[in-house]
């Protein structure tokens, strides 16, 4: 069982920046370097959606629209998953979900806030 937070959400003006961290902690809190870890959004009225992810050897991926304005890394000391985002738009808002999959069992956190307004 692994039980994610996620912090560091919060009201951003456009062109702004926000750091979100996500920490694994409960019984198999410990990152597995095989695991493969993501951040998602969701925003209102629209589907969830893959914004990066990051796997074994520090591989990463984007989505196309944050591509150049967000970074994935994680610390595996620290059992943490974080995003950088930067020059963040409106389009940007949403609830933003971390999630761990391992073994092919996905585990999620409860979200966080982004809102990006002048």
């Known amino acids: 069982q692994v039980h994610l937070v996620e912090s560091g959400g919060g009201l951003v003006q456009p062109g702004g920046s926000l750091r979100l961290s996500c920490a694994a902690s409960?019984?198999?809190?410990?990152?597995?370097?095989?695991?493969?870890m993501a951040w998602y959004r969701q925003a209102p009225g629209k589907q969830r959606e893959l914004v990066a992810q990051?796997?074994?050897?520090?591989?990463?991926d984007y989505a196309d629209s944050v591509k150049g304005r967000f970074t994935i890394s994680g610390d595996n000391a620290k059992n943490t998953l974080y995003l950088q985002m930067n020059s963040l738009k409106a389009e940007d808002t949403a609830i933003y979900y971390c999630?761990?999959?391992?073994?092919?069992?996905?585990?999620w956190g409860q979200g966080t806030q982004v809102t990006v307004s002048s």
């Open positions: 409960g019984p198999s809190g410990i990152i597995f370097s095989t695991d493969v």
């Open positions: 999630k761990i999959e391992r073994y092919a069992i996905n585990y």
């Open positions: 990051i796997r074994m050897g520090g591989i990463t």
